[in-house]
């Protein structure tokens, strides 16, 4: 059992979910699923990476969670002339007027806050995507030979649309790799969409209200990967992050339609998510459960479909719920 600390810790946790949910409902209509993968990414620490097509609240809904968090936020509209300084900030050349003296000053990017909206993520060049990867990674910027570090915590929202292809730079592996979580966001209910119409056409309504402060999301961060695991549930999280592998013992659906599968940080995100999946719940331990429904958001981004895949209209999505259904606990 956790100490005491821990157990009034985690007792909150729970509670800080519904909470977080309450307020966003003031802004967001429907879209729970998607809500609940966003929270197990935001208490894992975790990068997050929205894909749907434009109009379906994505943009809103990590401003709304920001707000429900009480924590600083950034945005930045990625568009095919960003520049890495956009993103990161740079050095100017400061002049003394007195002495005549001049010295570079760092001055910070958008990047430097705590939760960054990432808008369009794939409408900018490689060389501008790449500004992000130390900081996703690292926590931290280098300028020429300084390093500034990013004030914890720090993670990056990013949406991206699927449809539109003209003017828009798909995302490297290695970058794809950083987020934990890939969250397709639907089309709502035909009874949300009218609820949706009534809401913009009227009274937006009330913002969200902080309910939670930054050290106290610290603390609970910190608290999910103290928790218990089962032994069990480690071993299947890297059993079905392994299955995604082709090769010798490979599943008929991998062995067909994967060309490269998922790395180790699969494995690592598979049992961190369920861990906290369980703990948002209120169970102290998680189940194999809660790495099957943690899995097609950790696995579907890091899967390459084959030329095979791609000939019969099998998405990487498609070829991973199959996989999880063919691989036992």
């Not at 946790?13 to 879209?31: P, S, Y």
């Not at 609940?36 to 809904?61: E, Y």
């Not at 520049?83 to 400061?94: I, Q, S, Y």
């Not at 218990?228 to 999280?237: E, L, M, N, R, S």
Request: proline share 8%; with cysteine.
């Amino acid at each position: 059992m956790p100490p005491p600390d821990d157990n009034l810790l985690f007792d909150r946790l729970a509670h800080v979910r519904a909470d977080v949910i309450a307020q966003l409902n003031r802004r967001i209509v429907g879209q729970s699923e998607v809500i609940d993968r966003m929270l197990v990414a935001l208490f894992s620490r975790g990068h997050c990476l929205f894909i749907g097509v434009p109009g379906l609240a994505k943009t809103l809904l990590v401003a709304s969670t920001a707000k429900a968090l009480g924590l600083a936020s950034g945005r930045i509209q990625f568009t095919p002339d960003l520049m890495p300084a956009d993103v990161t900030g740079g050095e100017v050349l400061d002049e003394d007027r007195t002495t005549g003296q001049r010295q570079l000053r760092f001055v910070p990017g958008p990047v430097f806050t705590n939760l960054l909206l990432a808008d369009e993520i794939n409408r900018t060049p490689p060389r501008t995507q790449a500004a992000l990867l130390q900081a996703m990674q690292e926590g931290h910027v280098t300028i020429g030979r300084q390093t500034y570090a990013i004030q914890a915590p720090f993670q990056v929202f990013a949406t991206q649309n699927p449809i539109e292809q003209e003017g828009t730079y798909p995302l490297p592996e290695a970058q794809l790799d950083r987020f934990m979580l890939s969250i397709d966001v639907d089309y709502p209910s035909e009874a949300e969409e009218v609820l949706i119409v009534e809401r913009t056409l009227g009274d937006l309504g009330p913002e969200p209200e902080p309910v939670l402060d930054r050290d106290t999301l610290l603390a609970l961060q910190d608290l999910v990967r103290r928790l218990p695991a089962h032994d069990g549930v480690t071993q299947y999280a890297v059993k079905l992050a392994r299955a995604t592998r082709p090769g010798p013992g490979a599943p008929e659906v991998v062995r067909q339609y994967v060309q490269w599968g998922a790395g180790p940080r699969a494995s690592q995100f598979l049992a961190l998510g369920a861990r906290v999946r369980a703990a948002l719940d209120g169970r102290l331990t998680p189940d194999i459960e809660d790495v099957r429904a943690i899995a097609p958001s950790v696995l579907s981004h890091r899967v390459i479909p084959s030329f095979a895949a791609e000939a019969e209209g099998m998405r990487a999505a498609d070829v991973v719920r199959r996989l999880i259904d063919s691989v036992p606990a």
